[in-house]
């Protein structure tokens, strides 16, 4: 690790006090190996240009959505791992880069950026696109390239702008060059937006009628299985049911009718194939454990924050890369568990998470543990234990700290910590 410069964080505070005394409408901090953006910099609220770029930022501040006036925003080279959900108040924005950073997903308040023409994502680890980028009726630019995007969305075509590989887009349009692309394959993409959108029309075409085009497909056996859940939700529902179990029974998803189970204490929707959960989930506001084991779940939605009452909270075994910075109002929560995904980052709100006792993170992909984590009062455990409370991380690449510190248990990850902290020369 670079040592940041003698007294990085209070050099950047004073720039930031003195851009806001001088009422300053462009800043930059750059190449100052920052790991910590100073929350005043919400201050600046005059601020129209912030440069943010070739530091060590892992995250943003919330405070970062104060800055209503700012029309550019560049954060290119850094480890960022996340974007806070506060970016979508900046509705004056218009540039915003982000490339050569470590994103895995986006969040969806990207969407309320009405007034953004140029957004560069290139070089991250994006897998999925939020359809609310799709709702930039202004952009002109959208960079892609070497992400981990597999599948395009459908509605990339609705865009108007054009799509191409490689060094063909001059006058804008969206750049998806050096992605692993399967759907369609690269081939179809090289030739244009167009010819992407046949592939669509196409596709569409050999859908049964009564599918709608952004629910997934259904074989005859998942149908059989979705009727079959729809009428056990219903007799649930005339029931007034607390206990719900749809597992094991094939479904590629659920209906929408779950969210009127207002009384329900805990459901059960493990071993099936969905690929997300419904915005629905979130009205089950009494519910207080939900488990979703081998379900082949990619996201979370941010309805899970509403699931005020949730106690426990099992994802076990799924295809999760991030969280939703929501997952920080399960105030109630005492067992949370995401065993078996691949998770690369945590959100800074699951400290908020007073309550939590038990918090599995094994066999994920994580390589950095946030400084916050010895903060938490539970024991932080390497061995492949899961009967005890405690935040379990065994089978993680972890280099920061290493796992031979991490094995030592909470002591030795807080002195590594404070030594790293200690390292940086001070004036």
């Not at 006090?17 to 910590?36: F, G």
């Amino acid at each position: 690790m670079t040592e940041m410069p003698i007294n990085a964080y209070n050099k950047t505070l004073s720039q930031i006090e003195k851009a806001r005394d001088e009422d300053a409408t462009s800043l930059v901090i750059s190449e100052m190996h920052l790991t910590e953006l100073p929350p005043e910099i919400g201050e600046l609220t005059q601020l129209q240009n912030l440069y943010i770029g070739r530091n060590d930022l892992f995250t943003l501040p919330p405070e970062i959505g104060k800055l209503t006036a700012l029309t550019s925003l560049i954060i290119e080279d850094n480890p960022l791992t996340g974007i806070p959900p506060e970016i979508g108040q900046l509705s004056r924005l218009e540039v915003f880069s982000v490339s050569n950073s470590r994103l895995t997903c986006l969040p969806a308040e990207i969407g309320k950026l009405s007034a953004l023409i140029f957004l560069d994502l290139n070089s991250n680890q994006l897998t999925s696109l939020p359809e609310e980028i799709s709702q930039l009726i202004e952009l002109q630019w959208l960079y892609l390239s070497n992400n981990k995007l597999k599948t395009l969305p459908h509605w990339i075509t609705g865009m108007i702008m054009e799509i191409g590989w490689e060094d063909e887009l001059k006058l804008g349009g969206i750049d998806i060059s050096g992605n692993p692309l399967e759907e369609p394959s690269i081939e179809i993409v090289k030739q244009g937006r167009y010819a992407i959108k046949r592939y669509f029309e196409e596709k569409q075409a050999t859908l049964p009628a009564s599918i709608d085009d952004t629910e997934p497909v259904m074989t005859p056996k998942q149908q059989a299985a979705y009727d079959q859940a729809l009428s056990m939700i219903k007799q649930a529902k005339a029931d007034s049911v607390t206990d719900l179990s749809l597992s094991i029974m094939g479904l590629n998803r659920l209906p929408p009718e779950i969210g009127e189970l207002s009384e329900l204490l805990e459901l059960d929707i493990s071993y099936n194939e969905l690929s997300a959960l419904l915005p629905q989930i979130g009205h089950l506001t009494a519910l207080r454990s939900l488990y979703v084991y081998n379900s082949q779940l990619t996201e979370l939605p941010s309805e899970i924050g509403q699931l005020s009452s949730l106690e426990m909270l099992f994802l076990e075994d799924n295809s999760l890369t991030c969280l939703p910075a929501e997952i920080g109002k399960l105030t109630a929560l005492e067992g949370l568990s995401f065993f078996n995904n691949g998770l690369t980052s945590l959100p800074d709100e699951i400290r908020q998470l007073n309550n939590l006792k038990y918090l599995e993170l094994s066999e994920n992909k994580l390589k950095t543990l946030p400084v916050w984590i010895t903060e938490m009062n539970m024991d932080i455990i390497w061995e492949a234990i899961s009967d005890v409370d405690g935040i379990h991380l065994c089978g993680n690449p972890l280099e920061d700290p290493p796992i031979e510190i991490v094995k030592q248990g909470n002591a030795a990850i807080k002195q590594y910590f404070e030594a790293k902290d200690k390292e940086k020369p001070r004036d």
